[in-house]
């Protein structure tokens, strides 16, 4: 080492995730990037005066974790309001909406579950009579469809019936009258439009006391997969020290032009210290519980027979072109169908297209479809804990919508490990909570329809946060492990990820965050 390290981490149990190296005591970082790893003997050669130096206490240090799906900026918008995500039946939500606050005369709420409703369609008159005059606007937890009442559409002077470019509705009755259930963004986008919006100061508040949390649980990045707010993320970063870093993968929406895609590709790049710009975002498919999942054959209720893309092959061209431009490319793909589509296309990219594409969420994927990740070099990018929407019993929407077969094709983790492909993990906040322990032990024990299926090893899921993360992600090389070189972003538990229990990781202290060699979290 040429120069004193600004940072030295010791008396730390370190789990490197370096082939070269797993395990050491002490590290020591310098200018963001990790500069020696070593044992207690080699700090004192190492100390410099200016030199911080934190003492673990026989802490467990990792690579810091990733959050591999995520939205920390773009959900200040999607989780305001009431939270409703503790409701678990029709009284219990009309109960919530009854006490719920204002936000300029609106009631807005998010996290609604479709179980809530209890098999009946999503109807505004399930509790028109409890909100009175008040417009409303309730999100549903899958952030893909929401119900509004007949005030707030009136706002949004939405009388019937809408055409989108997009796979998208206004869901009407027999006689045409908006049932005040919203399916997909261009249909929530009507009314989202007139509702109010949290100020500028407001925002910038909420997204630093955000991200400052999500350092607490033990991220130490997240790739956003929408655009999230340059301005605002911009001002934050120059002001102070974000907590996370952010990858941002601003959406290609059906409908795309020329200048549009050429827009996206010059959008590559752009950022500041700890966020940038770097890849896209599509949609092949909505949600199960939506109806909007591209399934091979229609769920119980004869829906998912269509993308979200209304021509696919408009996507196949949109990836081709982006992916010859040398941009990255992630697919919200939930259905077989979808995900089947996402690996054609791919297919179709021939030489260079390995490790440059991934699928998002996979929900329910056949056999047949699990070995061509790995063939192809298409990262999957799952989210253990939206298993917990789910029951075991099969009586859930999600599961009665799949039926028994697929059903039992959920959340294939543990399958996709074996046959070799790249497993990223994440959260989907707002979806699911952020808490980054609990990404790592649903890895392990997955709930509800999933949970007959084996989960990960202690060891895949802290992967899946960390190497198989910066697999996904294109930066391997720098981040992932502990090494020399690598980037300075670590984590330190109160026990080992990987050994603890699962259920008493969840609660584990989080020690130290670090993230480009800044201490971003101290925990007791």
């Not at 080699?42 to 810091?64: F, K, N, Q, Y």
């Not at 119900?147 to 019937?160: C, I, M, R, S």
Request: charged share 20%; proline share 6%; glycine share 12%.
């Amino acid at each position: 080492m040429t120069a004193a390290p600004d940072l030295v981490l010791t008396g730390a149990r370190v789990r490197t995730l370096d082939p070269a190296r797993p395990f050491a005591t002490a590290v020591a970082v310098r200018d963001g990037v990790i500069a020696a790893v070593g044992d207690e003997g080699d700090v004192p050669g190492w100390r410099g005066p200016g030199t911080e130096v934190v003492a673990l206490d026989g802490a467990h240090l990792v690579p810091g974790l990733v959050d591999a799906h995520s939205h920390p900026v773009w959900g200040l918008d999607m989780a305001t309001g009431t939270d409703l995500s503790g409701v678990t039946d029709l009284a219990g939500l009309r109960a919530a909406l009854a006490g719920a606050g204002r936000v300029d005369g609106w009631v807005i709420g998010y996290g609604l579950d479709h179980n809530a409703f209890e098999g009946r369609p999503v109807h505004h008159d399930l509790v028109a009579d409890v909100l009175g005059d008040a417009p409303a606007f309730l999100r549903l937890y899958d952030g893909h469809s929401a119900l509004v009442t007949g005030p707030a559409l009136a706002a949004a002077e939405v009388a019937g019936p809408r055409v989108f470019a997009q796979r998208a509705q206004v869901v009407c009755d027999g006689a045409g009258r908006p049932t005040g259930h919203l399916v997909e963004h261009a249909a929530m986008e009507l009314v989202e439009r007139v509702m109010p919006r949290p100020s500028y100061a407001a925002r910038r508040a909420r997204l630093v006391e955000l991200l400052g949390a999500m350092a607490a649980t033990g991220l130490t990045g997240a790739h956003v997969m929408d655009a999230g707010d340059a301005e605002l993320v911009g001002a934050v970063a120059r002001e102070t020290v974000l907590p996370l870093r952010l990858r941002f993968a601003p959406w290609c929406m059906p409908g795309v032009d020329e200048a549009g895609l050429a827009e996206l590709v010059a959008a590559q790049g752009r950022g500041g210290r700890h966020w940038v710009v770097d890849g896209v975002k599509f949609f092949m498919d909505g949600t199960v519980e939506g109806g909007t999942a591209w399934l091979e054959h229609a769920d119980c209720h004869g829906q998912g027979t269509a993308a979200f893309w209304p021509d696919p092959q408009a996507y196949a061209a949109a990836v081709r072109a982006l992916h010859a431009a040398g941009v990255r490319t992630a697919t919200h793909a939930i259905g077989d169908a979808a995900v089947r589509h996402v690996l054609d296309v791919v297919a179709g990219l021939g030489e260079g297209a390995a490790g440059r594409h991934r699928v998002e969420h996979i929900e329910t994927a056949p056999d047949d479809l699990l070995p061509r990740f790995a063939e192809l070099g298409v990262a999957a990018s799952m989210q253990p804990p939206h298993t917990a929407y789910t029951r075991a019993d099969g009586t859930d929407e999600w599961s009665r919508r799949l039926g028994a077969d697929r059903a039992a094709h959920a959340w294939r983790l543990r399958d996709l490990r074996d046959a070799g492909a790249t497993v990223a993990l994440g959260s989907d906040w707002p979806i699911a909570h952020y808490d980054v322990r609990t990404v790592l032990a649903t890895a392990r024990a997955p709930r509800g329809a999933a949970s007959a299926r084996s989960g990960l090893t202690g060891l895949e899921a802290l992967e899946g946060c960390t190497s198989h993360a910066a697999r996904a992600a294109g930066e391997a090389e720098v981040a992932g492990r502990i090494a020399p070189g690598y980037r300075a972003d670590l984590t330190a538990f109160a026990v080992d990820p990987v050994s603890a229990p699962a259920d008493e990781l969840t609660e584990a202290p989080v020690r130290v965050t670090v993230t480009g060699g800044y201490v971003v979290h101290r925990g007791e």
